[in-house]
């Protein structure tokens, strides 16, 4: 079945960076964008950034831009979201998601159809 | 502060219809058919229910309907059900500079 599944918890002081990783199974990988979205606790969702894993282009909301890379591996059909120089404010439960559209020039989402299971990043001196 | 306004709370009697608003602007809701929304139980990942303003995902009931007028899309629930409680969330595309924002979700009740 289609599936994402992401990396486990993780704890990081300040000024620290993390790497978040979904991996994907059940579908052509490199047909499908992948977005990062954030939610921190009892806070609603953030977008954060999308990669189309066939060229490994990206795009980033102007919040993150400077901080965060997302990169992927064709061969295993995974994507890695990178955050650095964190802070207590990143503390979140980071997801990808996949796009059901062909996001043509990037213009996406059309709709986020399927969720890893969501990565718990606590920043905390 | 939020890129697409939702009202915090909603509530509504198990059989009767409830519809949550979701207002953008001319740059993101208004000028693309590309709002989708979202259902998210505690602790859950979130769940597409609508995409594309009126489409629904395979496997979602047909009691959820979404549409738009001008910069406001709006999810209509129909014969609520205790098991549509949670949250719900708009989001658009918003051009090439913004490209993506989210609404700051609404919380569903059902009484």
């Known amino acids: 079945q289609v599936q994402l599944v992401q990396s486990g918890a993780e704890v990081k002081k300040p000024g620290a960076s993390v790497k978040v990783s979904c991996k994907a199974s059940?579908?052509?990988?490199?047909?499908?964008?992948m977005h990062w979205v954030r939610q921190a606790p009892g806070q609603g969702l953030v977008w954060m950034g999308i990669i189309n894993p066939s060229g490994g282009t990206t795009m980033f909301a102007q919040k993150f831009q400077g901080r965060v890379t997302v990169t992927r591996d064709t061969s295993t059909g995974t994507v890695y979201m990178e955050l650095r120089s964190l802070r207590s404010e990143d503390t979140a439960v980071y997801y990808c998601?996949?796009?059901?559209?062909?996001?043509?020039?990037?213009?996406?989402?059309?709709?986020?159809?399927?969720w890893g299971q969501g990565t718990t990043v606590t920043v905390s001196s | 502060q939020s890129a697409l306004t939702q009202p915090a709370a909603v509530s509504g009697s198990p059989g009767q219809s409830i519809t949550i608003s979701c207002t953008g602007t001319?740059?993101?809701?208004?000028?693309?058919?590309?709002v989708s929304w979202y259902q998210q139980h505690p602790g859950k990942a979130p769940k597409l229910m609508i995409y594309?303003?009126?489409k629904r995902p395979s496997g979602v009931s047909n009691r959820f309907s979404g549409s738009k007028s001008g910069n406001t899309a709006s999810l209509t629930i129909s014969g609520l059900q205790a098991e549509d409680e949670g949250d719900y969330y708009c989001?658009?595309?918003?051009?090439?500079?913004?490209?993506?924002?989210f609404g700051g979700g609404t919380k569903l009740t059902v009484l």
């Open positions: 059940g579908y052509t990988f490199t047909n499908y964008y």
């Open positions: 989001c658009s595309y918003a051009g090439s500079t913004t490209s993506v924002v």
């Open positions: 998601a996949r796009d059901l559209g062909e996001c043509t020039g990037g213009i996406c989402p059309y709709g986020m159809d399927v």
């Open positions: 001319s740059s993101d809701v208004g000028s693309f058919n590309l």
């Open positions: 594309e303003v009126t």
